[in-house]
DNA sequence: CAAGCCGATGATGTATGCAAGGATGGCGCG
DNA sequence: CGCGCCATCCTTGCATACATCATCGGCTTG
């Protein structure tokens, strides 16, 4: 086991010691996980995030806990009320509109920016990557798709040039991350997907930025209708995040249980 | 003087007792003041934020102030490194640029957006602002078309129906607040800026959408030009936000002191 | 029997204490 | 005299304790 690191006066923590990894601070790496409990479902839309049960949950006390979900609050992927608590960001039909508006409107602006910025190198190894996707569709591995996908987008967002727009991008996709489970669970979406795609790349190269911008917010605007139509507020009432965690003796510090899904 | 509400036991407090206005955290009141004091100019780009001196300067512990300043991280207008404390966020002249750069694209697509989803109303209201802007900059009243303009282009991203775009636009706004000082110096900017307002209040009008989108574009390149070439990294190296703050008796809530900007 | 009030309970907001980490200044050595 | 090491200080991160507020249940009363 990691031997426990400094402070040996440490008074009481019922859970063994966490080895501190990086110069990051606690409420940091806490966000992280939560965030990431929150974008694979876990922590689903209407949890609420009970401070304590956190706190016990990741063997840390309120105040990291704290921190933390001040840090996710400003990404917008939970609520925070002044005296009610956190939840998980709970979206309705309407937001979910509009984030989807917005995304694709940002998309086709990275389109655009990256048509005019993109270097050759980046132009070529979009091309490559569009073209790998297209093996991928072809033999119908829409795991592997929906990563290479990510990367796709990912490519566009980098090839824009412009880190403000890039972190506006990547923190839209982070909100719509959970409500886009069954993307491209659609029969014939993934050659659809690839299609639109080859639009856009053809934009991109020939250096048409009025193309590549209108031709990704067709691709996007189809991608909403591929997503599932979610009610979007499948908020579970008295559930709260973490189990009750009665001080289980030597951490179990694994993957945490991430069970009770929907009532 | 506001009489003290509630807690009679709190044991020592050095300023008095603030009325705790709204059902609003203390944190809130503490990010919006700070917010604006970075806003107007009295935190000066890469002022450093003692928690403590922060702390002291409002009259409440560090723990509020702490999680203002989380609050505060997330929407950019701060920058806080894990054992660095926090500054009020430099920008580089790159990031300047960027963030120019995106904030074009954002107006420019509230502007698509709102061609497209105004209705009558807001269409009129909007004329109706750009022409008694036209009277403000004709009368060469700086002041009043500033603060006019802010409304202008508050009418677009609101126009845009759309709150997660709206949220990107004002954010945005807000961080480049502190760069805008000088914005309509120049002799014939008011002139200009109306003009090119004019051919966005004609696209929207007229409902071409496209048209919108590229007089917006156009406006806020030259808007850009406008401002002044800030080095952009005047970073006072010492000096701390909230002076010395030597337990004044009575509160002197007044302004707060906000000299002493650029050594 | 229903409705409203009141108290208990538990959670969040706030305050404070303590320790780790980084930065700074002084001192010693080359 | 200059450079580098080290001790100290100071600030932040974390933990804990306390106060306040919201919610819920039971009780009383009309």
Redesign the pocket.
């Known amino acids: 086991m990691p031997a426990r690191?400094?402070?040996?006066?440490?008074?009481?923590?019922s859970s063994i010691e966490i080895p501190?990894p990086a110069?990051?601070?606690?409420?940091?790496?806490l966000a992280d996980e939560i965030a990431g409990e929150i974008l694979t479902g876990a922590f689903p839309p209407g949890l609420?995030?009970?401070?304590?049960?956190l706190?016990r949950r990741f063997?840390?006390?309120?105040?990291?806990?704290?921190?933390a979900?001040r840090l996710l609050s400003g990404t917008g992927l939970i609520d925070?009320?002044?005296?009610?608590?956190?939840t998980v960001r709970t979206i309705t039909p309407d937001e979910l509109d509009m984030l989807f508006i917005a995304m694709g409107e940002v998309e086709a602006t990275c389109a655009r920016l990256a048509t005019l910025s993109m270097s050759p190198t980046e132009r070529a190894a979009l091309q490559n990557l569009h073209e790998s996707m297209g093996r991928l569709a072809e033999a119908g591995d829409r795991e592997g798709y929906a990563e290479a996908n990510l990367a796709f987008h990912g490519a566009l967002y980098a090839g824009a040039h412009n880190s403000v727009v890039e972190e506006i991008a990547v923190s839209l996709r982070r909100r719509l991350m959970p409500y886009r489970r069954a993307q491209f669970r659609a029969p014939g979406r993934l050659q659809r997907s690839h299609a639109e795609h080859g639009a856009v790349v053809r934009s991109v190269l020939s250096r048409d930025a009025a193309a590549a911008n209108a031709a990704m917010l067709i691709h996007m605007s189809i991608v909403e209708d591929a997503f599932e139509a979610m009610d979007a507020a499948p908020a579970q009432d008295r559930a709260?995040a973490g189990e009750s965690a009665r001080e289980r003796g030597p951490a179990a510090a694994g993957p945490a249980p991430l069970e009770r899904l929907r009532r």
């Open positions: 690191r400094r402070s040996p006066p440490t008074p009481a923590l501190l110069s990051q601070t606690r409420a940091e790496r609420r995030l009970d401070e304590q049960v706190a063997g840390v006390s309120r105040t990291p806990v704290r921190d979900l925070l009320r002044p005296r009610a608590g956190a709260t």
